[in-house]
């Protein structure tokens, strides 16, 4: 089953043995290895050789993807999956930049990484090099932190220091830019670092969580407000051991989704632009918002100022930074998430009212999927996939129409079943952070779930797919158009509908067979049952190419900077 | 309306940049910087900031400054100068 966080590195340590020497690329593979890195997701150049150079007869498995921005989609998928660092790694320059936008999706949604980057020389750093690139200062507003590997002999502690923050507290990347002449110096450095487990977060205050508790005991309308922090702090156990105790009603984010289980009681279901109505009717009468890991997005909130108008806030989060940032809280619980959800709401509060009350705005609201035509509904599909597949599946969505669909109609069991890029909404996710996800959870269920727009951004992965036999299935939602921003231009655009046909794209079903990936096309909705059972029943990797009506819109919608209240339906 | 941030770091490559990174970045303009000598392995910075645009909460931004590895200490004290090794607020 799915890899889970917080697993033990072995415990490989030749400190006390007189070190012999060894080039600084083959102190960084030695290290990494004592780190208890397993995956490295990369692609050679000139200035990482020496990295390759060392990588054969390692521990590391090195996946080869066909583009680096594809390696930095698939570690980003691999740190969410595993809780630990998904690691990737490319040349100088070119290979350096194709990895931002990977780090930049990494950095929004607070996902572990440890991206490696080639460096030129250290004597050519600032001569405008062949290949050289300030990586260093282009990823300084996307990184957690970033370190230039300048002495050798430092490479055990800074590499070790780099996978301590990325993992650690509030999780996000970490760059290490390897300049070449470091990598080849030979040293006979020892192999003595720091080793998991990391310091724990420090505890919160009792006090906040005494009046926290207190302020749980005389609200009438409480709701918990679920993010993406619950779950990177390793804390989805505990979220659900204080839903079963105080059995509050729940809304979680995009990123929140699946920390309870969907089909829990108490949850409603994704509040936001794109959220169920139910949901943000809920927020919007509450007079309690629990705020668990979550940051108050524009996508979560719609216009901030109409939010929750008559709630208080308490705002729970392993980052002191994020507390008042966006919506003053009356409560602050910063620190350790385990422990304070722990520590929440020690009674069940007298609130069987507006339970009852929530639990009807969720069956007058509930989505339904009798849509006219024979077409296929991508709605009834992706539940029936998702349902069909059970606890094991995993979603990995690229960013458009589809996506939505995927978080309003899926069955989620654990957070982990849902990979998307929320922060960034960068196109091109879908498919390498598939790969990834398969290489950290091979029994998994893991399902690409994309578009025809998105699918073009990282096509090249096919070919990584195919290589290692990857059991992943990829489902493809053609629309042959740009469909989110069509929606938008025809409901906030007067239908000026601008650079949004893709008429033009080539048979996907063609082009997976071109790559040696199984293929096949549906196009009716007839088809569903019978291609739902082909892609679970497919041992090896599969693509479907589902045919969707090019006019279908994602139901709910808040128009942008108006207020939750306020949605637009079919 | 102008603030003053006074900023001590570890003396670290790239440690200067990162912090004014998140100042402009996260949406105040640096009006003036003064930058004491550096010592062994700790820099002190001043700092005049002025948010750009309302909404803009210094009180957010010294924490965001604060969260960045390397970052000692941020207060609005002159004094702190004086003091050392102490650990990030």
């Not at chain 1, 007869?57 to 930095?72: C, D, P, T, W, Y």
């Not at chain 1, 969907?262 to 943000?280: P, R, S, Y």
């Not at chain 1, 806030?313 to 002191?320: A, E, M, S, T």
């Amino acid at each position: 089953m799915t890899a889970m966080p917080a697993q033990p590195a072995p415990d490989v340590t030749d400190a006390p043995q007189p070190a012999a020497p060894r080039t600084g690329a083959r102190l960084l593979v030695k290290t990494l290895e004592g780190l208890g890195v397993e995956v490295i997701f990369g692609y050679p150049g000139g200035a990482i050789m020496p990295v390759y150079d060392a990588l054969p007869g390692s521990a590391l498995k090195h996946i080869l993807v066909r583009h680096e921005q594809g390696a930095a989609f698939a570690a980003d998928a691999y740190g969410r999956m595993t809780g630990r660092a998904g690691v990737c790694m490319a040349t100088s320059g070119p290979g350096a930049t194709n990895l931002i936008t990977g780090i930049a999706n990494a950095y929004m949604d607070s996902v572990p990484m440890v991206a490696i980057t080639g460096q030129v020389a250290s004597g050519l750093m600032g001569t405008d090099a062949f290949q050289e690139i300030d990586i260093f200062g282009l990823t300084l507003p996307v990184v957690k932190h970033s370190v230039i590997l300048r002495d050798p002999a430092e490479i055990p502690e800074k590499v070790a220091e780099a996978f301590r923050i990325a993992e650690s507290g509030r999780p996000g990347p970490v760059l290490i830019d390897l300049p070449k002449d470091v990598a080849q110096a030979e040293i006979a450095a020892p192999l003595d670092h720091p080793r998991r487990p990391w310091p724990k977060p420090a505890a919160p205050e009792a006090a906040s969580i005494e009046t926290a508790n207190a302020m749980i005991a005389r609200a009438e309308k409480p709701l918990l407000y679920i993010g993406g922090g619950v779950s990177r702090a390793g804390a989805v156990d505990t979220l659900r051991a204080l839903a079963a105790r105080a059995a509050i009603p729940a809304v979680a984010t995009l990123q929140g989704l699946g920390c309870l289980p969907t089909e829990h009681d108490d949850f409603i279901g994704m509040l936001g632009m794109h959220g169920l109505k139910a949901a943000n009717l809920a927020v919007q009468e509450s007079d309690l918002l629990i705020c668990c890991g979550a940051r108050f997005d524009d996508r979560a909130t719609g216009q901030l100022e109409t939010f929750a108008p008559n709630a208080s806030v308490i705002h729970i989060d392993g980052d002191h930074a994020e507390i008042g940032k966006l919506r003053r809280a009356d409560a602050a619980i910063t620190g350790d998430l385990v422990t304070a959800l722990e520590r929440l709401a020690p009674q069940r509060p007298s609130i069987d009212g507006w339970r009852g009350h929530v639990a009807a705005l969720k069956r007058e609201h509930a989505l339904s999927y009798d849509a006219p035509g024979r077409g296929v509904y991508a709605p009834a599909f992706l539940k029936k996939l998702s349902e069909a597949a059970g606890d094991s599946f995993v979603a990995a969505c690229d960013v458009g129409q589809h996506q939505m669909w995927v978080a309003q109609h899926c069955r989620f069991s654990r957070p982990q079943a849902h990979l998307t890029s929320g922060g960034l909404g960068a196109m091109g996710y879908g498919l390498p952070a598939g790969i990834g996800a398969q290489m950290a959870a091979p029994d998994a269920t893991v399902v690409t779930v994309s578009g025809d727009g998105s699918i073009m951004m990282n096509i090249q992965e096919l070919a990584t797919l195919r290589r290692y036999r990857t059991p992943l299935k990829i489902v493809l939602l053609d629309n042959s158009t740009l469909g989110l921003v069509r929606q938008w231009q025809e409901l906030f655009f007067e239908e000026n509908f601008s650079e949004v046909d893709l008429f033009d794209n080539p048979d996907f079903a063609e082009v997976a067979e071109a790559f040696g990936v199984e293929a096949f096309t549906v196009a009716r909705r007839d088809e569903t049952d019978a291609a739902i059972d082909r892609i679970l029943n497919t041992r090896g990797s599969i693509l479907a190419h589902v045919r969707i009506d090019p006019m279908e819109n994602v139901w709910p919608l808040v128009p942008p900077g108006r207020s939750n209240a306020e949605m637009m339906e079919a | 309306m102008d603030h003053m941030l006074h900023i001590e770091l570890d003396h670290a490559e790239g440690a200067v940049r990162r912090v004014l990174g998140v100042v402009e970045g996260r949406g105040f303009e640096i009006r003036s910087i003064s930058m004491d000598a550096v010592q062994a392995e700790a820099a002190s910075m001043m700092l005049c900031v002025h948010g750009r645009g309302p909404g803009r909460d210094p009180d957010i931004l010294k924490r965001q400054i604060a969260r960045l590895y390397g970052v000692r200490r941020v207060g609005p004290d002159q004094l702190a100068t004086a003091r050392s090794g102490e650990t990030r607020t």
